[in-house]
């Protein structure tokens, strides 16, 4: 992956105090944690560990940011729809490069061409099948979602203990 200007630019690592300044910084990160994570197939963040990602440490000009910036950054995501927190103390969140319906929309896309139609699938052969497509590195909890998603829309019936899934 190829970084951005701003990741070799010091205060890039200090959250700015001016408002305006800050808008921008926090805009800046929550696209490079898009990118980095989509190009990285990073679908789950958690916190007990994200500060030592190189997303968040830039070795090579000696800069971390800090905790307390990292939590505003992934709130601001949380906020735009781009990550889904899975427990009230914000501890591990889920990352969405692409949204669920959107991850849906491609698996079904890819039921239907395939001519699978009316198939029974496990859980797993979609996530396997997804390195050869656009799912590629989605984490199970976020393929989940997504067929939750179809069956809203009446494209499938996910199974009870969440391992299978009928398409229609």
Not at 26 to 32: N, P
Not at 70 to 83: C, M, P, S, Y
Not at 127 to 134: K, L, P, Q, Y
Request: proline fraction near 4%; aromatic fraction near 10%; include cysteine.
């Amino acid at each position: 992956m190829e970084w951005p200007w701003q990741y070799s630019f010091p205060p890039f690592f200090s959250l700015q105090p001016h408002q305006a300044t800050r808008t921008k910084q926090i805009e800046a990160w929550r696209h490079l944690v898009l990118n980095y994570c989509q190009v990285n197939t990073v679908s789950v963040l958690d916190i007990a560990s994200v500060a030592d990602m190189p997303l968040f440490h830039n070795s090579s000009i000696s800069r971390r940011l800090p905790m307390d910036a990292i939590k505003e950054v992934l709130d601001d995501l949380a906020g735009q729809g781009n990550l889904e927190w899975v427990d009230k103390t914000k501890r591990r969140g889920l990352v969405y490069w692409r949204s669920p319906q959107q991850i849906g929309q491609e698996i079904f896309k890819w039921v239907t061409d395939s001519g699978q139609s009316g198939s029974v699938m496990t859980v797993q052969e979609i996530i396997e099948e997804g390195e050869n497509n656009s799912w590629k590195g989605v984490s199970q909890e976020i393929v989940i979602k997504a067929l939750k998603a179809l069956e809203c829309d009446k494209k499938c019936e996910v199974f009870e203990d969440n391992d299978g899934v009928k398409f229609f």
